[in-house]
């Protein structure tokens, strides 16, 4: 089939769901639209396989590497001969991988939602945005235009808006969503300013023609003729661009709206939060790689706040209770990952390991991580309940969940021979052979991740005595995609990815010295022991240890009062500060002058407005004493 076929078709399809189920039957064949939106993912998912086949297997390939084409180029707005904005769709290795990854994903949301929002009001519109957020989601990976890639972006954000306000009637659901739109827009305003930036470097808008474009003038937008502030006009775009993809990837310190957003149904975590939306900005890195590694500052800056980020989230998971706010703090710290192994990767010549490696643990921590929250999503539907204190001995009662849970906390803990072990070790690998203190920081970070996983696998499923119970697990719809999960969460790690996806589009091997992965896996294990010590069965040393740590423990429990500080700045220094100081201003001296300057114009009105009385009498007499006035000037002046 004809790759300009399958992706047109691939974008339409989701589209055309959402606007006959949002306009047409959302609102009275809920149960409908949500089969109807289920089969158009399963031909959605088919065909990203079928591209994916034909891509790698057939005729990707040229000269021993990947090769990218543009099945699609059509001009769109003309502004002159050489600058224009088209709607291109680009095809390449990443952009096939995240295809498959994005509709394989929602496909198993799908499926998932079917059971899980059973009996919701507004079931059908709650499925005609999934297929919103997944038509975005397909067009930002394709994209071949900065700006196209922008608006779909921008799209990406007002589903994960839909969605994560879905339940609008909680004023909790309504706050996060208001949230994770407003914070995700101050970072795309920097995202906006870098692509502008950048289409002035080259003079071009075309993603592929501007990296070219750029990396022949490269010495001249570095040089001391072409900066600001002390830096290169190419550092400041670079570092905007990031501005936007640490916005929509929730990257330290503009993390702040991820765990609110699973106020959201749980699916949608799944989803939007875990699978697709969050690493959409470590696609655009990846997608911009020949760029930043043009500027080896940047880079060293994204290795350092992705760094930062793992370990940061992956300390506050240890304290939180409710089992989505602990995935969440998760996401961020395994999206630090990817970040760093990026970020490390900052040199010009060499293999890019660590480009290879995070784009294995994109597609790795995709089917781990939302097998983690359909799971958790099963664990609530059957207790009604997010509080892990409330949960325990639940194995017997959610046998799949239990099973299907354990295997995705083994992977995402870097246990052998589970997918995430070996997507870790790439990164660890690239951040030991890079820099040396980033590695010492991913390195405790996975211990911290074994630790906290298991502290939430075993107050969920063990910790208290079994006891009998009604709490069911669900129906097959909810265990498919558990189990279909849990078999790829095993094998997937056993793709050998470097020879699919590459910086240079060519084969490298991602070798596993497992004399090297001796550390980070006793660490892990040490984790999932110490773990296993607090929580394997009720007992007052969890308690104990939080007391004994004060002050500290209440801090990281609160998430370091990041919160709180924004409250204070936004409320006590802008609102309060900035913006009650600038409303007197403009109430008393700006429109104060103005209703000054219309008071005298008013005062000078009423003094003369007698002149003008209509008494032909009146204007008789007082054209009769000017004329002896200038009469009287006349024979003075004489």
Not at 17 to 24: G, K
Not at 314 to 338: E, V
Not at 568 to 588: E, P, Q, Y
Request: aromatic share 16%; charged share 10%.
């Amino acid at each position: 089939m004809n790759e300009g076929l399958i992706v047109t078709l691939l974008l339409c399809l989701p589209l055309m769901a959402f606007v006959v189920i949002r306009l047409f039957i959302g609102r009275r064949w809920q149960i409908f639209s949500g089969y109807l939106s289920t089969l158009v993912l399963i031909v959605t998912t088919l065909l990203s396989f079928v591209l994916a086949w034909q891509y790698f297997f057939v005729y990707g390939k040229i000269n021993g590497a990947y090769a990218l084409f543009v099945p699609i180029d059509l001009k769109w707005l003309v502004f002159t001969n050489q600058l224009s904005i088209n709607f291109n769709i680009i095809i390449d290795a990443i952009s096939v991988m995240m295809l498959v990854v994005v509709s394989f994903i929602s496909l198993m949301v799908h499926v998932f939602s079917l059971a899980y929002m059973k009996g919701e009001q507004r079931c059908g519109y709650y499925f005609a945005y999934l297929g919103l957020f997944t038509f975005a989601m397909l067009g930002l990976v394709l994209s071949g235009n900065l700006f196209e890639l922008f608006m779909f972006w921008e799209l990406v954000g007002i589903s994960s808006y839909l969605l994560i306000g879905f339940y609008y009637t909680k004023p909790e659901a309504v706050a996060a969503a208001k949230k994770a739109f407003i914070v995700t827009r101050f970072a795309d305003f920097g995202f906006l300013i870098g692509i502008l930036i950048l289409g002035g470097l080259a003079n071009n808008f075309d993603i592929i023609q501007m990296i070219s474009s750029i990396a022949q003038q490269a010495a001249l937008w570095q040089g001391a003729g072409a900066s600001f502030l002390g830096m290169s006009v190419l550092t400041w775009a670079c570092l905007l661009l990031f501005m936007g993809a640490a916005g929509k990837s929730a990257m330290f310190p503009l993390h702040i709206w991820l765990p609110d957003a699973m106020e959201g149904p749980t699916p949608v975590s799944a989803l939007i939060h875990a699978a697709t939306m969050v690493v959409a900005g470590v696609y655009l890195i990846a997608r911009f790689f020949p760029v930043f590694q043009m500027d080896a500052t940047v880079l060293y800056v994204i290795a350092i706040i992705g760094a930062g980020t793992a370990l940061f989230a992956a300390i506050i998971a240890c304290t939180q209770t409710d089992i989505k706010r602990i995935l969440a703090f998760s996401t961020i710290s395994q999206i630090g990952y990817m970040m760093l192994a990026l970020g490390v990767d900052d040199s010009l010549t060499g293999m890019h390991e660590g480009y290879t490696a995070a784009m294995f643990h994109l597609f790795t921590h995709a089917f781990f991580k939302s097998l983690l929250f359909l799971g958790a999503g099963a664990i609530i539907h059957a207790v009604h309940t997010n509080d892990m204190h409330e949960m325990g001995g639940l194995r017997k009662q959610l046998p799949v969940t239990h099973i299907s849970f354990l295997i995705a906390c083994l992977a995402i803990s870097g246990i052998p021979p589970f997918s995430g072990f070996f997507s870790k070790e790439a990164i660890l690998s690239a951040a030991y052979d890079n820099h040396k203190w980033i590695y010492a920081v991913a390195l405790i970070t996975a211990g911290i991740t074994a630790f906290y996983m298991f502290r939430l696998y075993f107050s969920v499923f063990w910790n208290k005595p079994l006891v009998a119970s009604s709490k069911k697990e669900g129906g097959w719809l909810i265990r498919i995609p558990l189990i279909i999960l849990a078999l790829l969460v095993i094998v997937t790690g056993f793709i050998p990815f470097g020879n699919f996806i590459s910086a240079n589009g060519k084969p490298l091997l991602l070798e596993i010295h497992f004399g090297f992965s001796a550390i980070p896996v006793s660490l892990s294990v040490l984790g999932i022991f110490y773990a296993a010590v607090l929580y394997y069965q009720e007992n007052n040393l969890p308690a104990l240890l939080e007391k004994s740590f004060g002050w500290l423990y209440v801090t990281i429990r609160k998430k370091f009062y990041i919160d709180e500080i924004y409250l204070f700045i936004t409320h006590t220094i802008v609102f309060n500060g900035i913006g009650n100081t600038s409303a007197w201003i403009d109430k008393h001296i700006v429109d104060g002058l103005v209703n000054l300057s219309a008071g005298i114009t008013y005062q000078f009105a009423v003094l003369i407005k007698k002149i003008q009385s209509g008494k032909i009498q009146q204007y008789l007499l007082y054209f009769l004493v000017g004329v002896l006035c200038l009469l009287a000037i006349v024979v003075y002046k004489n």
